[in-house]
């Protein structure tokens, strides 16, 4: 067994692991420009073509009256039409799907990054409406303030207080009692 990559035997004594494994790496680290955009252009492209070739079939098989010269037309044009409509319109969906998937992501991010700051203020008690929980002081402070007086602003061992059921000296700078909530 390998010591850096458990449950994987080596392949021999000249590295072949070790250089399958890189080119792996290096196959894994190309990115060669977004796949959507080439199944927009893609898809884009095969239906038109397809609804084309269609055509032509249909122009080319309604010029004579005899089915054995029909057929050709209906192969080449027709079913390989039909063939390439299908295929580029299945190609174009797998764009739109991957427009919404990318569309989706960004929303996720962008909500769990709002959620990440409501948690913050509601953590911090910033929040209006927290009743008792408006008031903080250090760890082993007499005196409580607002959780955005400059004096405890940005320090992390603050603790939540009730001025009413402990016995803590109100802030002169910010002055908590203020009815400026």
Known sequence: MSATTPGVRRAGADGRFDALAQQVRTIRGRRTGRT????????????????????????????????????????????????????????YFGYWQSLRIRESRRQNEDLTAAVARLEALLGNGNAVGVGAARFVATAQGSIFHRPDCAVVDGRSNLRKVDPDREDLAPCQICDPLSDKS
């Open 36 to 91: 959507d955009i080439w199944m927009l252009y893609v898809g884009g492209s095969l239906m038109p073509l397809g609804g084309l070739l269609i055509v032509l079939g249909w122009l080319g098989a309604s010029r004579t009256p005899f089915v054995f010269e029909q057929t050709p037309y209906l192969i080449s044009g027709g079913l390989l039409g039909l063939g390439l409509v299908i295929g580029g319109g299945f190609v």
